[in-house]
């Protein structure tokens, strides 16, 4: 698939200096901001509208599936419940999901999940992935996070894509490592400082990705030509299958504004890349366990909608909570800009 700069855009990449510069204000943003400023940019009218009526037609196909949502505002629906009941259900319309993107309990005992077998778990994910795969749309994506968990009598940590990657009808198009500097100290064995995506697609020779869209400026030579012409694309470099976002920090002094009373929350500048690349605006991105709703706050900031599960209360409504406060810091961002 090649995708080519369009000549009418901006040479994003410069000196090394800005270049890391511009890097840093696309992927990351300051601890003191709520979201990166890519998500406060407003939208035309027309994709406004276009939000609007997709919602409704989606709303109306969800309360008739699912039953009312947990809460529901112009591009962004969650529902309280149990992901499998609800995908079941939901299988049975006529629905398509342009992006799922999602990071399911690791079955390693955290607060949120209900023990089971490694057998099990494997089964379990197999359904929910099953349901995913009918509900998705010919030419879309899912993207599954996931660490590692212990195999009792084989290994400790054993990578859950050895588990899971083919326990799926999608076609793997590649793993990324998603690689971060904090985390726990162990003595016996290495730190742990990485988790992985598996990027899959519905059809292997037909899928959105957006390249340019995600192109990392960060360029070590960006001035270097062959035969008179820049070697590198004036947007920069494809960010390639490593890929390094700090973790959202916790912590009385280094938490950042980010950082919701969710114990396992996505970055957002994470997030923000995969929507980017595998969905385009007025599109559906549906995360089956939204937790605090990260995913449902990159898809909004970048004008897509957004469908959420999420099966504790508390998580729901932290997820509204946040994605209010978002909304406010938009409408404040826009009415300032405005004033100029
Ligand atoms: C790894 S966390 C996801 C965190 C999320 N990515 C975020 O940024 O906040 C997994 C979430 O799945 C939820 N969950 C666990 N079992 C579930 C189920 N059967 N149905 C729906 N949600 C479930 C948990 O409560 C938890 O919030």
């Not at 039953?67 to 079941?88: C, N, V, W």
């Not at 099953?130 to 400790?156: Q, R």
């Not at 793993?175 to 988790?195: D, F, Q």
């Not at 995913?295 to 599960?309: D, P, Q, T, V």
């Amino acid at each position: 698939m090649k995708v080519s700069a369009s000549k009418n855009q901006v040479r994003r990449i410069g000196s090394k200096k800005h270049n890391t510069f511009v890097a840093n204000g696309i992927d990351k943003h300051k601890p003191t901001a709520l979201v990166p400023p890519s998500f406060l940019k407003s939208f035309s009218n027309e994709l406004e509208k276009k939000i609007e009526i997709q919602h409704n037609i989606i709303e109306k196909l969800l309360v008739k599936a699912i039953g009312k949502p947990f809460y529901s505002d112009k591009g962004f629906i969650l529902y309280r419940g149990d992901t499998i009941e609800l995908l079941e259900k939901l299988s049975k319309y006529d629905l398509h999901i342009d992006l799922f993107l999602t990071s399911p309990p690791y079955n390693i005992g955290k607060e949120y999940e209900r023990p089971m077998s490694v057998d099990d778990y494997i089964k379990w994910c197999h359904k929910w992935m099953s349901y995913i795969y009918k509900l998705t749309h010919d030419n879309g994506a899912f993207w599954l996070n996931v660490g590692y968990l212990e195999v009792p009598e084989k290994g400790l940590c054993v990578p859950i894509p050895y588990l899971l990657w083919d326990k799926t009808e999608f076609y793997l198009l590649q793993e990324i490592i998603w690689k971060y500097g904090a985390g726990v100290s162990t003595k016996l064995r290495l730190s742990p400082r990485n988790e992985k995506w598996l990027f899959y697609v519905k059809n292997q020779k037909k899928y959105t990705f957006n390249l340019d869209e995600i192109r990392d400026p960060n360029v070590k030579y960006p001035n270097q030509k062959k035969n008179g012409k820049f070697r590198c694309n004036p947007l920069g470099k494809n960010p390639s299958d490593i890929w390094e976002f700090p973790k959202v920090t916790t912590g009385s002094k280094r938490s950042s504004k980010e950082r919701t009373g969710h114990p396992a929350q996505f970055p957002l500048g994470v997030v923000e890349r995969i929507v980017k690349a595998s969905s385009n605006q007025a599109e559906l991105v549906f995360d089956p366990f939204a937790g605090s709703a990260s995913a449902g706050i990159a898809a909004y900031g970048l004008g897509r909608l957004f469908i959420g599960f999420e099966i504790r209360e508390d998580y729901c409504q932290m997820a509204v909570d946040r994605f209010e406060a978002f909304q406010k810091e938009r409408r404040l961002s826009q009415s300032q800009l405005e004033l100029f």
